[in-house]
């Protein structure tokens, strides 16, 4: 049976229709203005540069591009064949700001679907409350943060592969054959939709029963697709080995199916760890969604694949999309059928279950929803501007290495190499331009590595800084004909002080590399700052500090991660001698510190932050002396802290 279109619905639902598609609007203006804003500030990071350089390289003609960032064939990843055709919008704006554009239509596309299938399932049952009940929908979708955060965070194909099994769920429950176009779209987007696509038809096997033939159709279209993938290693990036603990090992599709239902006892560990990520993603949505068969398999299939992964990105986010979208729906329908019975029993039964679903949803917006900017926008507008003049400087045929905190908008080139911590980076270009921050953007690489690597390529032959300011280092390098790769330091004990200036701080950089520094700028406050270490083990610290001035300073050792001072010394002028001078301090505890998990029951398992504490030195002054500092560093002592844990 088709559905009716919209004139002929009731009055009171066509109005509440055509105000969430208003709303909708407004939330795809804002979710563009946010996408051009992040683009700006330089706020992509390695996941956006791996879409981005495929984006550019296939619009450049190559249609097999080679992803430097993931060390195989781009498609080779999740199968997202559907980036193909988009390249052709590269010719239209050939900025990163198009791929965000696109995926923030595709998630209000997405919602805008949810919404007029509500509309349609409610209005051709003859559903009572239609319209508070579609209004309810509309606000599950508007207020639901984590939606805002999968458009904040870099650009996924998940968004397309919601989007069309979507379609393809009105269409199939609908009994229209254009479903499978959209099943078509969808297994182009990526292998991730094709999981999606089996939650769908077991949500129509459990809706329908017998009588629902294309299910079985469907699942076995599905399967099949993501085990011809498997089989040609089009699901590289699925992270295989995040399920280990499933498969014991052993890498693939059939494994980690098997796994599961070999290991039981394990999955539901996994899951009981993971369950304030399970809580936070379905109770967004409305739990009494889980309760309809038309959209529960799909949202809990999305949710379990993230759940039962040991070593999850961020959560939540893209991998749970479909959950925020399918939910509501059935939510929607839950609450339709209790006032179908028409007792009073049950009306208060779905009244109550809509209050809770909305002050859920409504308290995880209030809760998280303003943490977005401090979790996403980490780029200094100072930092920003370093980098976009970088970005206009280094030609296009060079071999770019950079920091993967702001990564994503150098992306448009053949190579491109992020930092991601220890080891070596292929050197493929007569030019390597090196674009390291080490304290901007979501970073992963230790900021002691990252300074290390900033001092070496000072010291390098052939290596001359470009740019530099905000805490942006960028090098132009031309290596010996010889090099065949550049190696990443790991954490240094010692760093250059011109490389972490404080804010009363100004790095000198003229001359020859051994005499740079930082000089005080006159002002009050740290002339040295930034040089953060991470450790992990408590005990006594020994840092040391070289430097001259014309005044007294003290040398601090703190805590960063507590906000704690852990020692200071107060060292006097030292009329034009370079001297060392020494503090030290005990770290009575190294917890590191804790992720932001929320507010009574609106918490979700955010990525927790790394482990340990960052020590770091601090240079002071009182202000109008001449202060030069020229190296610190920071040393671990063997003796027990007296009393520590």
């Not at 458009?151 to 069309?164: C, K, Q, R, S, T």
């Not at 004990?493 to 009363?504: F, I, L």
């Amino acid at each position: 049976m088709t559905p009716p279109r919209e004139p002929v619905w009731a009055a009171s639902l066509r109005r509440s229709y055509r105000v969430g598609l208003a709303l909708l609007g407004v939330q795809l203006v804002l979710l563009g203005a946010w996408s051009a804003l992040e683009v700006s500030r330089f706020a992509l990071s390695w996941d956006f540069s791996i879409f981005g350089q495929a984006w550019y390289l296939v619009a450049h003609g190559d249609l097999d591009p080679y992803s430097t960032l993931l060390g195989h064939a781009f498609w080779r990843d999740h199968s997202a064949f559907l980036l193909w055709p988009t390249a052709l919008l590269w010719y239209v704006w050939p900025r990163p700001e198009t791929l965000l554009w696109l995926q923030d239509l595709a998630i209000v596309a997405s919602e805008a679907v949810a919404l007029r299938w509500t509309c349609e399932l409610l209005e051709r049952r003859g559903s009572p409350g239609r319209a508070p009940l579609a209004a309810m929908v509309i606000v599950l979708l508007l207020a639901d943060p984590w939606i805002f955060w999968t458009a904040a965070f870099d650009f996924h194909v998940e968004p397309f592969g919601a989007l069309f099994t979507l379609l393809a769920a009105r269409d199939h429950f609908a009994g229209r054959r254009r479903s499978w176009l959209w099943v078509g779209l969808a297994l182009a987007s990526s292998n991730v939709a094709a999981s999606y696509l089996l939650g769908l038809g077991l949500s129509s096997l459990l809706a329908r029963g017998r009588r629902s033939r294309p299910a079985g159709v469907l699942l076995a279209l599905a399967a099949a697709w993501l085990a011809a993938l498997s089989l040609v290693h089009g699901d590289l990036g699925d992270g295989y080995g995040s399920y280990s603990y499933l498969t014991g090992g052993t890498p693939g599709l059939a494994s980690v199916a098997g796994g599961l239902f070999r290991r039981p006892g394990r999955v539901l560990h996994q899951l009981w760890l993971g369950r304030w990520d399970l809580w936070g993603s379905v109770a967004v949505g409305g739990v009494p969604g889980l309760l309809s068969p038309v959209t529960s398999l799909v949202a809990l299939v999305a949710v379990g694949e993230g759940a039962l992964s040991r070593v999850f990105v961020s959560v939540p986010g893209f991998q749970y999309l479909p959950a925020y979208l399918f939910l509501p729906v059935g939510t929607a329908l839950v609450l339709a059928r209790l006032l179908s019975f028409g007792r009073r029993g049950a009306r208060l039964a779905a009244l109550a279950l809509a209050a809770v679903s909305l002050v859920l949803s409504l308290g995880y917006s209030v809760v998280f929803l303003p943490r977005a900017p401090s979790q996403w926008l980490r780029v200094s507008p100072g930092a920003a501007r370093v980098l976009a003049q970088a970005s206009r400087r280094i030609p296009e045929d060079a071999e770019v290495v950079v920091s993967q905190g702001v990564a994503g908008p150098f992306s448009g080139r053949r190579l491109l190499f992020t930092l991601l911590g220890p080891g070596p980076i292929p050197l493929r270009a007569s030019t390597v331009w090196l674009v390291v921050a080490p304290r901007q953007g979501v970073e992963t690489e230790q900021v002691s590595s990252a300074d290390g690597l900033v001092a070496e390529m000072a010291a390098r032959r052939g290596a001359s800084l470009v740019l530099s300011g905000s805490g942006v280092w960028v090098f132009r390098w031309r290596p010996s004909p010889g090099e065949r790769s550049l190696f990443v330091p790991g954490p240094v004990p010692s760093t250059p002080a011109w490389v972490v200036p404080g804010p009363a701080g100004v790095s000198e950089t003229a001359g020859p590399e051994g005499t740079w520094r930082v000089a005080s700028n006159g002002r009050e406050g740290y002339v040295l700052a930034y040089d953060y270490w991470r450790e992990t083990r408590p005990g006594e610290y020994s840092g040391t500090v070289r430097l001259s001035s014309t005044g007294p300073v003290n040398v601090e050792l703190w805590d960063s991660t507590t906000s704690s001072l852990l020692a200071r010394t107060s060292a006097p002028a030292t009329d034009g001698a370079v001297v060392d001078v020494a503090v030290r301090g005990d770290l009575r505890r190294a917890g590191g510190e804790r992720a932001f998990d929320g507010i009574g029951p609106w918490r979700a398992e955010l990525t927790p932050p790394p482990p340990g504490d960052e020590l770091e030195l601090r240079v002071w002054t009182p202000g109008g002396e001449d202060v030069s500092v020229y190296r610190c560093s920071l040393h671990r002592s063997d003796r027990p802290v007296a009393g520590g844990k």
